[in-house]
C-alpha cells in the first residue's frame, strides 16, 4: 500500500524499497479448543530486513530526506533492540549514509552480524540496566556532537506509527475486513498506535489489545510498559482497550509450536500468538489478527531455540 505522495515519489526512486510491505495475511490452524474464533497472522516476517520495522525505518529516513533534516554529511543514528537497527543499516546502506546505533550488549549474535554486514557502527550498552540504558546512551551521543548525527528516534518520531496507519492498517482492512480484534505489543509503540488508530477509524467496536509482561526473561524487540520503565512517545494508550499480561515462556513455547507447524518466526511472534490465543479461549468467536514480526533465524544465539 503507498505512502502518502511526496513520501511515495521517493521510494519510487529507489527500485529496492518497493520490496517492503504488501505482505499477506494468513488463517492459522493451531488446532486449539477456541470454539468458533479464528486467528490470522500478517507475516512481516518476509519483509527484506526480515522483520515489521522495514515500515515506519524507510518512513522516518525518506521524510528526513525529503525535509531536509538527514543530509549527507550526517550519520543515521538510534537505539534498537536489533530490527529497526536492521532496517535503518539496510535502508541506510541503500540510501548511501553512514548508521551508528546502540544496542543492548544482549542482542542476539545474528541481529549483530547482520547489522556489521550492511556496514553499520555498532554501540553497546549493558544487558542487566535493561533496554533502557540504550535510550539513555543514545541521548548522550547525540547531545555530544548534534552536527555529527541525524537522530532519527523511532521512540517519539511521528512517522513511526504514521507509517503503520499508512501502509499496515490499510493493507489488513483490505485483507481482513471482518477483524474484531487486533493483538500487538510495545517496542516503540509504532505498530499498536499506527494499526489502532486506522482500525479504530474503519469500526470503533474493533478491539485492540496490547500484550505486556515482566522484564526477565523479557521479549527482544518488545518492552514492559509497567512503573520504572520509559513510555514511548509513539505509544497511544487512547488506542488500546485491554492491556494483556502474558507468559514469555508460554510464548517461547509457541514460537516452537509454530516451528513445528513449518512458520518459522521470533520471540515476539508467540508472544503476540499467545495473547490472540487468550483471547480466542475467552470469546470463542470472532477473528483475531496479530503481527509476525520477524524471522526466526534472527535467534539461533538465544535461549529460544535451544
Known amino acids: 500500500m503507498p505512502y502518502a505522495n511526496e513520501i511515495q515519489k521517493f521510494v519510487d526512486c529507489y527500485p529496492q524499497l518497493s520490496a517492503i510491505g504488501n505482505t499477506p495475511l494468513v488463517k492459522l490452524d493451531m488446532s486449539w479448543d477456541i470454539g468458533d474464533a479464528e486467528i490470522y497472522a500478517k507475516y512481516e516476517q518476509l519483509n527484506p530486513g526480515g522483520s515489521i520495522k522495514d515500515r515506519p525505518v524507510l518512513r522516518m529516513l525518506a521524510e528526513a530526506v525529503i525535509t531536509g533534516k538527514l543530509t549527507e554529511d550526517k550519520t543515521i543514528l538510534d537505539a534498537t533492540s536489533g530490527n529497526a537497527g536492521i532496517a535503518y543499516a539496510m535502508i541506510g546502506a541503500i540510501l548511501g549514509y553512514r548508521v551508528e546505533l546502540v544496542m543492548p550488549e544482549n542482542a542476539s549474535e545474528e541481529r549483530k552480524k547482520r547489522l556489521v554486514a550492511h556496514g553499520a557502527d555498532l554501540v553497546f550498552t549493558d544487558a542487566q540496566l535493561g533496554y533502557d540504558e540504550a535510550l ?131 520471540q515476539s511472534s508467540g508472544a503476540y500468538l499467545l495473547g490472540a490465543k487468550m483471547v480466542a479461549e475467552e470469546e470463542r468467536n470472532g477473528h483475531i489478527v496479530t503481527i509476525f514480526n520477524d524471522i526466526g533465524e534472527r535467534y539461533f544465539s538465544t535461549s529460544l531455540w535451544s
Request: aromatic share 10%; proline share 5%; with cysteine.
Open 136 to 266: 539513555y546512551e543514545v541521548k548522550r551521543r547525540f547531545n555530544s556532537d548534534p552536527e555529527k548525527y541525524f537522530y532519527c528516534d523511532q521512540y517519539s518520531n511521528e512517522n513511526n506509527p504514521q507509517a503503520h496507519y499508512e501502509t499496515t492498517a490499510v493493507e489488513l482492512l483490505e485483507q481482513a475486513p471482518f477483524i474484531t480484534h487486533f493483538i500487538g505489543g510495545d517496542g516503540t509503540g509504532g505498530t499498536i498506535s499506527g494499526i489502532g488508530r486506522r482500525l479504530k477509524e474503519a469500526n470503533p467496536d474493533i478491539k485492540i489489545v496490547c500484550i505486556d509482561f515482566e522484564e526477565w526473561p523479557g521479549v527482544e524487540g518488545l518492552k514492559p510498559l509497567g512503573e520504572g520503565h520509559i513510555i514511548p512517545e509513539t505509544f497511544d494508550s487512547d488506542v488500546v482497550d485491554i492491556m494483556l499480561e502474558v507468559d514469555v515462556l508460554k510464548g517461547y513455547e509457541l514460537s516452537k509450536e509454530l516451528a513445528q507447524k513449518g512458520i518459522f518466526v521470533g
